[in-house]
Nanobody, 121 residues
Framework: QVTVAESGGGSVQAGGSLRLSCAIS????????RSWFRQAPGKEREFVSN???????TVRDAWKGRFTISQDTAKNTMYLQMNSLQPEDTAMYYC???????????????WGQGTLVIVSA
């Protein structure tokens, strides 16, 4: 059984910061990516950042310098530190666990319920 649970969303004023958390519970020998996505009102879900199975972190260019992804492997928790937030960052933020395919592992994706971030001007 896999559980993915986001937390840390809330309402902030422009220029403020938030740190989102994603607690992952998974028992598998398969390799998996841990990712953050977001979906703004009326828009499609979009990729934000990722930590690959080797622990390499990637942040999409649009948010480099403002967003930082990290993880605590002991807690199997991933974080998204968001600074200098702007109203256009208002969105539901989702955590995704993506199993990588291999000889013994099939592609699978597990999503959390999301955590809402509202940034006011």
């Amino acid at each position: 059984q896999v559980t993915v649970a986001e937390s840390g969303g809330g309402s902030v004023q422009a220029g403020g910061s938030l740190r989102l958390s994603c607690a992952i519970s998974i028992s598998t020998s398969c390799k998996y990516d841990r990712s953050w996505f977001r979906q703004a009102p009326g828009k499609e879900r979009e990729f934000v950042s990722n930590i690959n199975p080797d622990g390499v972190a990637t942040v999409r260019d649009a948010w480099k310098g403002r967003f930082t992804i990290s993880q605590d492997t002991a807690k199997n928790t991933m974080y998204l530190q968001m600074n200098s937030l702007q109203p256009e960052d208002t969105a539901m933020y989702y955590c995704k666990v993506g199993i990588r395919p291999s000889f013994l592992c099939a592609t699978e994706a597990y999503w959390g319920q999301g955590t809402l971030v509202i940034v006011s001007a």
